[in-house]
Every structure is written in structure tokens, then in C-alpha cells.
């Protein structure tokens, strides 16, 4: 059962999620700070052994006006390094409004009101959770 990893990245913190591309589904992993404006590659590395990926995907974030954010090339940036560092397949994906539906499922959850850092942490693993099921999604089916 091939295991893919999702990446939220942001510029100071990236939302982090395991999903497998027979059930087509996503679970929220953990939330890594960047560290001097570069990623936790020491944290990614941990999880990239852990999980044994066959690839990653990592969100790309898109103005409603479908041009990219100021900061997109970071996150290009992050996709080469990642794709280099551990010899995956790193696809990107549009993950316009990833977060916002994120924050709205969480605030839905019945007695969700966790502190803000635990909210942090929850709302950026689902968002990376939510790109890696979007991209699931558009896979043609195999089987």
C-alpha cells in the first residue's frame, strides 16, 4: 500500500500528513517550525523514515485571482529540496483555501477549543491532510 506524505508549507511553519493511495485518505501528522526561516529538516527527515513515502505532495498556495502568492517560490524551493534530500517524486498541488476550510472543520468539532498553539498545530496538519487527499483525488484510479 504505497504511503505518500502531504506538506503544508508556510514560511514559518509546515503542516505535515500521512495518507496511502488505496483508501484514497489523509490523516494530520504534526505541525514542524521553521528554524531561521529555513525548514525543520532534521523533523522531515524523522518523519520521511518513519513513514517510508513512495513521494510527496506539497500544497501550492494561489491568489483567488489564480496568480501565485508573493512567497510561492519558496515553496518551490522547499519541493526541490525535498525532491533532492530524499530522492521522491514531489508532486504540487493548488491548496487555495486549505487552511480556511481546515480552521472550519475543526471549529465544527464539538468541543474542539484547544489553545492556540494546539489549534495552530491541528489546523496545519489538516491543511496538509486536505492537499494530500485533494491530490489523491485526481489520481486516475488503478485498480
Not at 526561516?37 to 517510508?52: A, F, N, Y
Not at 480556511?100 to 492556540?116: C, H, M, N, Y
Amino acid at each position: 500500500m504505497p504511503t505518500l506524505l502531504g506538506f503544508d508549507f508556510g514560511p514559518r511553519k509546515i503542516g505535515v500528513a500521512v495518507g496511502q493511495t488505496v483508501t484514497r485518505s489523509a490523516t494530520p501528522l504534526t505541525m514542524l517550525r521553521s528554524r531561521g526561516e529555513r525548514p525543520d529538516w532534521p523533523g522531515i527527515e524523522v518523519l520521511v523514515r518513519e513513514w517510508q513515502p513512495s513521494a510527496a505532495v506539497v500544497g501550492l498556495p494561489f491568489n483567488m485571482d489564480d496568480t501565485q502568492v508573493d512567497w510561492s517560490p519558496r515553496v518551490h524551493r522547499f519541493a526541490r529540496q525535498l525532491e533532492g534530500r530524499f530522492r521522491l517524486p514531489v508532486y504540487l498541488i493548488d491548496e487555495r483555501l486549505t487552511s480556511i476550510e481546515a480552521r472550519r472543520q475543526l471549529s465544527a468539532r464539538p468541543g474542539f477549543k484547544g489553545v492556540v498553539s494546539e489549534r495552530d498545530l491541528a489546523v496545519d496538519a489538516l491543511a496538509a491532510a486536505l492537499i494530500l487527499e485533494t491530490w489523491l483525488a485526481e489520481q486516475p484510479r488503478t485498480d
